[in-house]
């Protein structure tokens, strides 16, 4: 049975920082990139990284770039996304998934990204003016 658990959001003040981890197991097939999205509220989920999981290359949406990091620890079956330089418009709910978004092309899994299953229930990040 195949589990994807985020972790590490939680309350933070404009400015500071927190890493979101994902963790990933019961997964048996061809696992080819994992993305990080979120949702604010009131709006819809976007894809705001991406990483490839066979060469580590990754990808980020413009208004993160340089202040978030995706990264990966394969023996910990863990990807994770620091955030630094927070700003009250990153409050949404994080999540993570067995593929990247549309927007990554040759690293979304159209399957993948409509299964539930291989969607994590999301971690509450909120940042504080």
């Known amino acids: 049975q195949v589990q994807v658990v985020e972790s590490g959001g939680g309350l933070v003040q404009s400015g500071g920082s927190l890493r979101l981890s994902c963790l990933i197991s019961?997964?048996?097939?061809?696992?080819?990139?994992v993305g990080w999205y979120r949702q604010p509220p009131g709006k819809e989920r976007e894809g705001i990284s991406c990483i490839s999981t066979s060469d580590g290359s990754t990808y980020h949406l413009d208004s993160v770039k340089g202040r978030f990091t995706v990264s990966r620890d394969s023996a910990k079956n863990t990807v994770y996304l620091q955030m630094n330089s927070l700003k009250p418009d990153d409050t949404a709910v994080y999540y993570c998934?067995?593929?990247?978004?549309?927007?990554?092309?040759?690293?979304?899994?159209?399957?993948?990204?409509?299964?539930?299953?291989?969607w994590g229930h999301g971690t509450q990040v909120t940042v504080s003016s």
């Open positions: 019961g997964f048996t097939l061809d696992l080819k990139s």
């Open positions: 998934a067995l593929t990247c978004s549309p927007r990554y092309g040759k690293y979304y899994n159209h399957d993948y990204y409509h299964n539930n299953d291989y």
